[in-house]
């Protein structure tokens, strides 16, 4: 067992490298064809097909990979999203160019059981929905080669067929009880390899530095494929620095191919240290000759040492540093959990942008792009697997749980970015099964934890939220949901402090709570004299639920970006005067499916992002700026409220968040003064401005400084001084047209006309036409039934070029409607 005192690390994942004389890989991305339901046998996906043939299935859709089942009915409002198989097809022109080599299917995740087949034989199956597999389909090949219908039937081409499931079944992790959506389908890239007869399948680069940063060493170990049993070769190992300068290079030759194969240790003096500020790479190559073909392998690695102090701060490369996190989930707008390169890039670059430097990925081991990403970027990372909530289950239930930790620490294991191995998340939730014996859950998570340091001891182990487990790992996380599930926001450091006392190494995971994109509120905080305080801050059973119970926020509050932005603003204050505070991860980045969440605002959606689900910023956005950039910013609170309201002549709050020194507000022209930012004066730091507005138009100006550098922000809404009766009638107009897009909006509003803008019943938007809504998309603004935010709510319309009817109906009141 390691010492917690220094931890030192670096490392891998599993990569095939695309060189000259080394194996080849493609994504195959296009040309498939899908349908979501069963098959009678995978004949039916292959059987010969004539034009007009009643027996093929008209029910095939073309579609490309990365792909998922489930991309729109995860947040369809009015069914349950789809739990079951799903086929998939395409023929593929396989040319090995090496003599004796080997053809592979690389998965980089599927879900959540995935059966491959070479025409009708089955080539492989494997269970998990977010590790990565591999699958030899050589010897398949080649046979379907030999048979009549590879030339007649297909004409020289070899048909691919997979069978995905993500059926319900208690003896899989994760549990359905999980509060995300537990998806299906090829949702990562798929790819094929060729390789040379012998192959590198993966390399382990441990790279360690001492305390004062001078001497460095690395440990190269590599694990070979080798199916024909060559049992021999020669190997070379190149060492290359951050700026592409080779520093080592060794030649070995190998007497046996299998196992893990120690290569070569380096020495590395005074190696430049991967930080969040500065996470310079090398790069570690591994050659594997064997006669006349190579296999080639490569690797970025980071030289850094961390340490969690006990009951103290988190040290990188011996100075402290919060972590200043949030969390990720595999999951977007019209693609489910079929994230495409280009998307995960955008999101990892808009967490950069945001000041984090740790992620926690919750709650599976993600895309390698996504880990790739947080190396090169700097941000810390803890990976966990997917063993949530549900109880523990049998014997192929642990199986599974094993197998996934060690895919994930063997395929993620030369990342820098990683620092912390999770072993499960709020394993203290029973459901799944008749028996919930938490002394069989410590015993199964002892194992897990063993396990983790046998893999490898470099990096530390975590949970979160399961206290009679807490002993175990390395680092824990209680449930502290002060201002949300339980409490007020101001009890945040009492009940902080509480429950570091509790444990040697303390990390807060998930904090925050839910707001409805475009909701705005005069009086945030009104809700917080309801809510009984002292009572802890963690989640309890029922507390996401919108109906009964003690008076919380998450049931009982507006759900507004305004108060969300008050909770935040308090924490990060707190967090600054917290010198033993390891540091916390907000949760969540983005908005993100979930089937146990039908009564939210948006349907199926947990709302507690700081982003929408398509990437639109969220106004709790820039309040982590303000606190976690150095970048000079400025923001004025309300981009997304487009009417004010209140008395004539009343002072109303103007909030700005920025991390310059100064600010100066201007008003419809006038000056309201400059004020030094201050972070310990609440809220926004100190820069809010009580205004007394127009009534009707009204402009704001800020104009912030940092020495010589000046930002400035600019927002324009109304102010409404009418005081609003009960919504008497909804009117629904286009306001906006891009193309053949067009954007209608709907408003509640009373017997006298004026908006009512408390108002936050649902809604319904229909069509009659030939267009289509553009809806299912889990936003505020991408969905046919959501509530309001402050009285109105929008939607966009694809006309296809067509005249449409668009409806919009509400409880109680009369449907309307709007040619476009």
């Known amino acids: 067992m390691m010492k917690l005192k220094t931890v030192f690390f670096s490392l891998i994942c599993l990569c095939f490298f695309s060189a000259a004389n080394a194996q080849q890989s493609a994504r195959l991305t296009g040309n498939w064809e899908f349908v979501r339901m069963d098959l009678g046998g995978v004949w039916e996906a292959v059987r010969p097909v004539g034009k007009g043939n009643p027996e093929e299935m008209p029910v095939w859709e073309k579609v490309s990979l990365p792909h998922c089942m489930n991309a729109r009915d995860a947040v369809d409002p009015d069914v349950n999203y789809y739990q079951g198989p799903g086929w998939y097809r395409t023929q593929l022109a396989v040319n090995n160019p090496y003599t004796g080599g080997r053809v592979l299917l690389h998965f980089e995740g599927a879900g959540q059981k995935t059966d491959v087949y070479i025409h009708t034989v089955k080539v492989g199956s494997h269970v998990g929905g977010y590790d990565e597999f591999t699958i030899d389909i050589t010897d398949a090949v080649e046979a379907f080669k030999r048979t009549d219908v590879f030339n007649k039937q297909f004409r020289g081409k070899v048909p691919l067929v997979i069978r995905t499931d993500n059926s319900r079944d208690l003896e899989m992790i994760p549990s359905s009880l999980s509060d995300f959506t537990v998806y299906g389908g090829l949702y990562r890239y798929l790819n094929l390899v060729y390789t040379p007869a012998v192959s590198i399948d993966k390399i382990f680069a441990l790279p360690t530095v001492d305390n004062a940063g001078k001497l460095g060493k690395l440990v190269v170990k590599a694990r070979l494929y080798d199916p024909a049993k060559k049992n021999s070769g020669n190997a070379t190992v190149r060492l290359t620095d951050p700026g592409g300068k080779m520093i080592a290079q060794i030649n070995k030759e190998l007497s046996s191919l299998?196992?893990?194969?120690?290569?070569?240790?380096?020495?590395?003096?005074?190696?430049?240290?991967?930080?969040?500020?500065?996470?310079?790479?090398?790069?570690?190559?591994?050659?594997?000759k064997n006669g006349n073909d190579s296999s080639v392998l490569t690797e970025r690695i980071g030289f850094r040492h961390f340490e969690f102090v006990k009951k103290g701060p988190f040290m990188l490369n011996g100075k402290r540093l919060l972590l200043n996190g949030t969390h990720r989930h595999e999951d977007h707008a019209g693609v489910g959990a079929a994230m495409t390169e280009e998307m995960i890039r955008t999101e990892i670059k808009l967490m950069k942008d945001m000041g984090v430097n740790f992620i926690r990925l919750g709650h599976y081991q993600q895309s390698r792009i996504a880990l790739n990403l947080c190396d090169s970027l700097g941000l810390l990372v803890w990976e966990e697997i997917p063993w949530c909530r549900g109880g523990l289950g049998g014997d192929i239930y642990k199986e599974q749980a094993r197998r996934m930790l060690t895919n994930m620490i063997e395929q993620h294991y030369n990342h820098p970015s990683v620092i912390l191995w999770g072993l499960g998340n709020e394993n203290d939730w029973p459901g799944d099964f008749p028996e919930f014996d938490q002394q069989k859950i410590r015993v199964f998570m002892k194992e897990l934890h063993d396990l983790s340091h046998k893999l490898d001891d470099s990096r530390l182990t975590s949970i979160r939220r399961c206290d009679f487990c807490k002993d175990i790992v390395d680092v824990y996380s209680p449930s502290i949901w002060a201002g949300w599930y339980r409490g007020v926001y101001t009890e945040y450091r009492s009940i902080t402090e509480a429950e570091y006392g509790k444990t040697d190494h303390f990390f807060h995971a998930e904090w925050g709570g839910d707001s409805h994109a475009g909701r705005h509120s005069e009086n945030p905080d009104n809700q917080l004299q309801k809510i009984r305080t002292g009572n802890g801050g963690d989640e309890r059973a029922g507390d996401a639920s919108l109906f009964g119970g003690n008076a919380r926020v998450s049931k009982d509050g507006d759900w507004s970006e305004s108060y969300i932005v008050n909770l935040f603003d308090w924490h990060l204050k707190e967090q600054q005067n917290m010198p033993w505070l390891t540091g916390s991860a907000q949760w969540v980045f983005k908005d993100f499916a979930t089937p146990i969440r039908p009564d939210n605002p948006v349907p199926y959606m947990n709302q507690k992002g700081v982003v929408e689900r398509d990437f639109t910023p969220k106004e709790s956005y820039y309040v982590f700026q303000s606190y976690w950039t150095t970048k000079p910013m400025v923001h004025i609170y309300g981009h997304s409220w487009p009417v004010r309201w209140g008395d004539e002549g009343e002072a109303k709050t103007?909030?700005?968040?920025?991390?310059?020194?100064?600010?100066?507000?201007?008003?419809?022209?006038?000056?309201?003064?400059?004020?030094?930012?201050?972070?310990?004066?609440?809220?926004?730091?100190?820069?809010?401005?009580?205004?007394?507005?127009?009534?009707?138009?009204?402009?704001?100006?800020?104009?912030?400084?940092?020495?010589?550098?000046?930002?400035?922000?600019?927002?324009?809404?109304?102010?409404?001084?009418?005081?609003?009766?009960?919504?008497?009638?909804?009117?629904?107009?286009?306001?906006?047209?891009?193309?053949?897009?067009?954007?209608?909006?709907?408003?509640?509003?009373?017997?006298?006309?004026?908006?009512?803008?408390?108002?936050?019943?649902?809604?319904r938007f229909g069509m009659i036409g030939d267009g289509e809504l553009i809806d299912d998309l889990g936003t505020s603004s991408g969905s046919r039934y959501v509530q309001l935010y402050n009285g109105r709510a929008v939607i966009r319309v694809k006309a296809n070029n067509a005249v449409n009817k668009i409806s919009v109906k509400s409880e109680g009141l009369k449907t309307v409607f709007i040619d476009l």
């Open 258 to 288: 299998s196992g893990d194969l120690l290569l070569n240790e380096f020495s590395v003096r005074s190696p430049v240290l991967w930080s969040t500020d500065n996470p310079k790479l090398y790069t570690v190559s591994v050659t594997i």
């Open 654 to 763: 103007v909030k700005v968040y920025s991390n310059c020194d100064e600010a100066e507000l201007w008003v419809n022209g006038k000056s309201y003064g400059a004020k030094k930012r201050n972070v310990q004066s609440f809220p926004a730091a100190g820069l809010h401005w009580d205004v007394v507005f127009n009534k009707g138009d009204n402009s704001v100006k800020v104009i912030a400084k940092q020495k010589k550098v000046q930002v400035e922000d600019s927002v324009h809404f109304r102010y409404e001084t009418e005081k609003w009766g009960k919504p008497a009638k909804m009117i629904l107009e286009k306001v906006k047209q891009e193309g053949d897009i067009a954007t209608v909006e709907v408003k509640l509003v009373d017997d006298k006309g004026i908006q009512c803008l408390d108002a936050a019943a649902f809604v």
